[in-house]
């Protein structure tokens, strides 16, 4: 299904009215985000794979906007995370060869799985290499080390529009609950059925026996309002 996606040729809708309007008085290029000057030329940018207009953009970023065939898959700490079982399931649950960027035999800094079913009927062989779906798995520690609640409060409101977009039906009070780490009861789950449980754990719950320390006041109530 997904090559058939791939390899078909949608043709693009026309604009509405409204999309015709928005097009003329559109300040701002959605590919690079900088603005429309005097004299530029602006076209419509559209989705290949569904024919669905976007919107304005410069002649040179529309020409450069192109369909990814790489899906990232962002792990913090994964070379010092065990991810061999990850690596196993994903090199035979289907066909496709696997590049890996090791360290050592068992701590990879990155591998990606080439999902061949999903190749294009392409007569060039290197073209076909590079046009087939690649499940990509890389360590974001690697680039930014230190820890996800660290890091997570670097960034404001403003800075999170993509991630707004996926959540777009939430409200600001709920969203601002997924822009934090939250904590979890790692030493609570001893047995299966605790996972039945329709409340949260007491605080006394989230007591990590490996450090020795509790969870604070804080981050329980944000686990308590999540």
Known sequence: ???????????????????????????????CEKPFRDGDERVRDDCHLTGTYRDPAHVKCNLTY?????????????????????????????????????????KYILFTKHVAETGTNNADSHAKKEKCIKIRFIDSFKVLSSGLAKLASYLDESKLRIVRNEFINLSDDDFKLLTRKGVFPYDYLTVYDKWHEKCLPAREAFHNRLCDNHVSHVDYIHEVNV
């Open 66 to 106: 192109q369909t990814l065939f790489t899906l990232p898959v962002v792990f913090h700490n994964l070379y010092g995370y065990d991810a061999q079982f990850i690596l196993k399931e994903h090199a035979t649950a289907f066909d496709g060869k696997v590049d890996l960027l090791p360290l050592t035999k068992e």
């Open 1 to 31: 299904m997904t090559k058939t996606v791939f390899e078909r040729t949608i043709p693009t809708n026309p604009l509405t009215a409204e999309q015709s309007l928005n097009f003329k008085r559109a300040t701002h290029c959605h590919v």
